[in-house]
């Protein structure tokens, strides 16, 4: 826990547990997990492959539904909401980034970031393409706007993802190994960009195989064996 | 366009060739099912309009010479509403040097721009009134041989004499017997023309049509004797034959029943055929959008959202699919209507489809692939994210891995594509279930038409069995026996012969109505001439006081006939109660009644023999028609003149003119069912392929070789449409009985079934063909995109 938050945290898992069926003997990806998580904290979650991570954080943004236990978030019952409840709300609270970009392929770099501003109605029409072309000039992608995303890079993909994640201006962003199948300068880059974030007070929960990324977090979650069994804080150079 | 219309529009046209599939077979649904059952519409209704607008007679009077008084008065009793006359007679002739003869019937009116009842339209301007020394044909004698404007035929004078008449045009006539049914022409000419042919300037039919639209046959009938009584007798004029149809009947009546059976069964069919193409099409198209499904929703889309979305796409692939198809299937209905106007001799005066018809088509253009998309629509929009986005396609993961890879484990040495292949074959449960519906179905009706096409064959053959002579010759007048027999001995090449009287028969019934529709013919019971098969009952015995036997379409044509009853008959003016013992198929022939020749003079007093038969020693169409030209030949030598010829070869080839009606149908159809069966194939095989674009990228990215990869789809495509062939050959089975028995129904005529075994076979044959060429295509297509671009395919 993190004591000198006395404001209500946004996401707070409870007893959280997710088994998988598996056809043969179920098995257990998340073992009673509590968590909370402040406005404004930047998490990241680690751990071998196989632990639990994706797991989690799909707890988190509502992709998949927990077996047993409580996810709430902004003050949302997650796993009370159905499925096209459960849409809404995420295309406005959260902001998911996926490990393989999973953008649309028929549509434009440009218009797969305007999409979350289409189906939550977000901002005004004529709002929506200057502001995309903002969040993609962040991102460094202005120049592919009009390209098909198979066409792009790996790493321009997930910069155009994260884009797409911020489209709706959400609260929270979740992310999957987002820097996974970037190079060194370019998850430099996309990391740089989520602490910025952060600075406008988003919270941030990024799942991550780089230890180095990982220890410049100001919280991170260890998960083993579907359980969280270290969290460590890096206070001063989030104050920094 | 916001960005979700967007995407809508750019998986339409990016992915073109998919688009391009799935209108198609939707196109070919609509066409199948807009064809058979438009094209039955606008059959039956043109066919009645176009003979209701000839206005049928109700009473047809054979007789004596009469004139224009006796027209005049028919015209003038309170129940006619209209009176015809016309001169009509039949004559021998030949087309312009041929050695062979055939037979004509020539009728003449008085002004042929007024004829009242049974119209003759003429088809053009040309030659219409026919001039003297020229003949108008009727155009059914196109079906038989290729007249032209300008032809000569010499037509032969009871005399013997020549008088050539040249063609001059055609007309319609939709009241006589096409030609290729009758075995004869009926041309028109004038009464000069008539008169130089040796025939007097005066009438021998009576048409009349009754002021009472809604009359019974029965009243019709009591109305005609009565008629005929106060008409003709008192001029001391014989009536030869009366003739009431059944009100707002035609002969073609029964081939009509049939055709339309057959058109609404396989209209059915293929309505049953298309909503499987349309639905296994339009779900494997949501299958592979899952995964997208699972995105949009993670960004924020609802479900009733993404709903519209998909709603929409699969709107703008019916409404293209009804663009292109209602166009086509009104051209296709076109094209159908005029083959079959053509091949039945009646003209089509509008196209127009129905309404309900257009409801049909629009409903599978529109309704069914939307009906078809709500389940995977509402399952894709309504699973969570994370299922969506591991999606892979349709089908459960559990069946597969164990199950298939243990039965393909047993089969050793199976080279490894192969396995590969129907691995992914069986992996695929869902899809494979689907398509296996749409392809068993398809190969069923289409097997099953083949099936029905060989038992008409079959019972073609059958039926040619009772002809066991070669040639018949008609006369006008009853002859001696002993001198036709006598004329024809020592004919080379006779091997022998037999005659039989013929007169017209009249059932009498106790109401007073009369039907005239039979012939009685007299033989010898034990005569070997012909081969009759029992349908009911028994043949003659020639022993005792013996019965009659019938023909099944005497049987059909009277409804009092049924074995075991007793029927009274009138022939040559004698009646007598005959007790009817049996039914035979007959020919396609017209109602015949069987007796024994004795039992018959004895009744009536036969004055005469009136049909020749002759058995030659070869049975091939060309010797006997040399045999009957010496026969003939000879005959008239001895001042036999013959009112009419045929061989045994003829009067086959006019029952088969008659149930090719149905095979020519058949085929259509069968071609028409095949060509959905062979698209749906090509589509599903096409998007069986296209889903495993992936996996073709993955098979390359790992060192496959284009061959092994094209081995792995064909084998794949192959394998589906086997196992379509074969429970398709199972399923034809029930089918084509069905629709067999149906048919006999019908046309009131036993057919004899038979399974189309070399169908069963061709079809697998096509079957194999199109399912590897269909898989060929989409993998030679996806072994030519990169790597990259396969495994980035969505
Ligand atoms: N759909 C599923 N069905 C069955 N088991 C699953 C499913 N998804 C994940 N698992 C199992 O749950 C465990 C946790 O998976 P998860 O994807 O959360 O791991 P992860 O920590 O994200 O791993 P990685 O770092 O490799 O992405 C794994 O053992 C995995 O095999
Ligand atoms: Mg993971």
């Known amino acids: 826990m993190a004591p000198e938050h006395s404001d209500m945290p946004v996401v707070s898992l409870r007893s959280l547990v997710k088994v998988y069926d598996t056809g043969e003997a179920p098995f257990t990806a998340l073992k009673a997990v509590d968590l909370d998580v402040y406005s404004g904290e930047f998490v990241g979650i680690i751990g071998k492959s196989g632990s639990g991570k994706t797991t989690l954080i799909n707890m988190i943004t509502g992709i998949d539904h927990p077996t047993s236990g409580e996810v709430v978030v902004g003050g949302t019952p997650v796993h009370a909401l159905g499925e096209n409840a459960l849409a809404k709300w995420r295309g406005r609270t959260v902001g998911v980034v996926f490990q393989f970009f999973q953008l649309l392929p028929t549509l434009t770099v440009l218009e797969n970031v305007l999409l979350p501003m289409d189906f939550c109605s977000t901002y005004p029409l004529r709002e929506r393409v200057p502001r995309a072309m903002d969040l993609l000039e962040r991102v460094e992608l202005a120049d592919q706007a009009h390209k098909l995303p198979a066409t792009l890079s790996g790493g321009q993909q997930q910069r155009a993802a994260i884009a797409r994640a911020m489209a709706n201006d959400p609260p929270i962003i979740a992310a999957d190994e987002p820097t996974g199948n970037l190079d060194s300068k370019t998850a430099e880059a996309v990391f740089g960009m989520f602490e910025r974030l952060v600075e406008q007070r988003k919270t941030i929960i990024m799942v991550t195989h780089d230890n180095d990324l990982a220890g410049r977090v100001r919280r991170a979650l260890h998960v083993a064996d579907g359980e969280i069994v270290e969290e460590r804080i890096h206070r001063e150079r989030h104050m920094g | ?794």
């Open chain 2, 1 to 794: 366009m916001s960005p979700r219309w967007r995407k809508v529009v750019r998986d339409l046209s990016l992915h073109w060739f998919r688009t391009v599939l799935v209108v198609l077979s939707i196109v070919i649904g609509i066409f199948a099912v807009g064809v058979m059952l438009g094209g039955r519409e606008i059959l039956l209704r043109e066919f009645d309009a176009d003979h209701a607008a000839s206005i049928p007679a109700n009473v047809t009077y054979r007789t004596d010479d009469f004139g224009d008084d006796l027209v005049a008065r028919a015209g003038d009793e309170p129940w006619v509403s209209a009176a015809q006359a016309r001169r009509s007679a039949t004559f021998r002739y030949r087309r312009d040097g041929a050695d062979e003869k055939r037979t004509i019937t020539l009728e003449a009116f008085r002004e042929f721009d007024d004829i009242s009842v049974a119209k003759v339209v003429p088809a053009g301007k040309d030659g219409w009134p026919p001039a003297n020394g020229e003949v108008v044909l009727e155009s059914s004698a196109l079906q038989v041989t290729g007249y032209a404007v300008g032809d000569v035929l010499s037509v032969e004078r009871a005399d013997g004499e020549i008088v050539e008449l040249t063609v001059a045009g055609f007309a319609h006539d939709i009241n006589s017997m096409p030609a290729q049914f009758a075995g004869y022409e009926t041309g028109y000419v004038s009464f000069e023309t008539m008169t130089s042919l040796g025939e007097s300037d005066s009438y021998n039919r009576l048409s009349l049509t009754l002021a009472d639209e809604g009359i019974s046959w029965a009243a019709a009938s009591r109305f005609a004797i009565d008629l005929r009584e106060r008409l003709f007798e008192p001029e001391g004029l014989r009536v030869y034959h009366t003739e009431v149809p059944e009100p707002g009947s035609h002969f073609l009546g029964d081939i009509f029943s049939a055709l339309s059976l057959l058109l609404v069964a396989l209209g059915g069919l293929s309505l049953g055929l298309s909503a499987f193409l349309v639905i296994n099409t339009v779900s494997s198209l949501m299958a592979q959008q899952v995964r997208q499904v699972g995105i949009m929703k993670s960004i924020g889309g609802s479900a009733r959202q993404l709903e519209w979305l998909y709603v929409v796409m699969v709107g703008i692939y019916g409404v293209l699919a009804v663009a292109i198809g209602l166009p086509a299937t009104a051209a296709g209905t076109r094209w159908f209507t005029d083959f079959a106007a053509e091949i039945l001799n009646f003209r089509v005066a509008s196209y127009t489809t129905p309404a309900w018809v257009v409801v049909v088509e629009v409903a599978v253009g529109l309704a069914v692939p939307l009906l078809a998309a709500a389940v995977p629509i509402r399952r894709g929009t309504r699973m969570s994210v994370v299922t969506a986005l591991n999606a892979t396609g349709v089908g459960g993961k559990h069946f597969g891995h164990t199950v298939v890879d243990r039965a393909l484990g047993m089969i050793r040495g199976l080279p490894r594509p192969v396995a590969l292949s129907l691995r992914n074959t069986f992996l695929r449960k869902g899809r494979l279930a689907l398509t296996l519906s749409t392809l068993v179905l398809a190969s069923g009706v289409v097997m099953a038409v083949w099936s029905v096409q060989a038992s008409i064959e079959r019972t073609i053959s059958d039926l040619e069995t009772w002809w066991n002579y070669d040639a018949e010759v008609d006369f006008a007048v009853p002859l001696d026996a002993a001198s036709v027999e006598a004329a024809v001995e020592d004919v080379d090449g006779v091997a022998a012969s037999e005659t039989w009287p013929v007169f017209g028969a009249t059932v009498v019934h106790a109401d007073g109505s009369e039907n005239e529709s039979f012939v009685i013919v007299g033989l010898d019971p034990d005569t070997d001439f012909v081969g009759p098969t029992l349908v009911e009952g028994r043949w003659l015995t020639g022993e005792g006081p013996d019965g009659i036997v019938i023909n099944t379409d005497a049987r059909d044509s009277e409804p009092s006939f049924s074995v075991g009853s007793t029927v009274t008959l009138r022939v040559l003016g004698q009646e007598r109660s005959w007790p009817i013992v049996g039914v035979v198929r007959g020919q396609m022939g017209g109602p015949a009644i069987y007796c024994d020749a004795g039992l018959m003079a004895e009744a009536a007093g036969i004055p005469g023999v009136t049909r020749l038969l002759v058995r030659g020693e070869d049975s091939d169409a060309e010797s006997e028609q040399a045999l009957l030209t010496d026969v003939e030949e000879r005959l008239s030598e001895a001042g036999l003149q013959a009112s009419a010829t045929r061989t045994r070869a003829d009067l086959a080839g006019q029952l088969r003119e008659w149930l090719g009606i149905l095979v020519a149908f058949l085929v259509l159809m069968a071609a028409l069912i095949a060509t959905v069966g062979v698209i749906g194939l090509t589509g599903t095989m096409s998007i069986n392929v296209m889903e495993s674009t992936r996996e073709i990228g993955v098979m390359r990215a790992t060192g496959a070789q284009h061959g092994a990869i094209y081995r792995i789809y064909v084998t794949e495509g192959a394998t589906v449409g086997a196992i379509a062939w074969f429970f398709g050959a199972l399923a034809s089975y029930p089918l084509s009985t069905t629709l067999v028995r149906a048919l006999e129904g019908a046309i009131g005529m036993p057919l004899t079934y038979a399974f189309s075994w070399s169908g069963v076979f061709t079809w697998l044959a096509l079957m194999l063909a199109i399912s590897s060429a269909a898989s060929l295509a989409p993998a030679f297509r996806a072994s030519r995109v990169s790597v990259r671009d396969a495994i980035a395919y969505e």
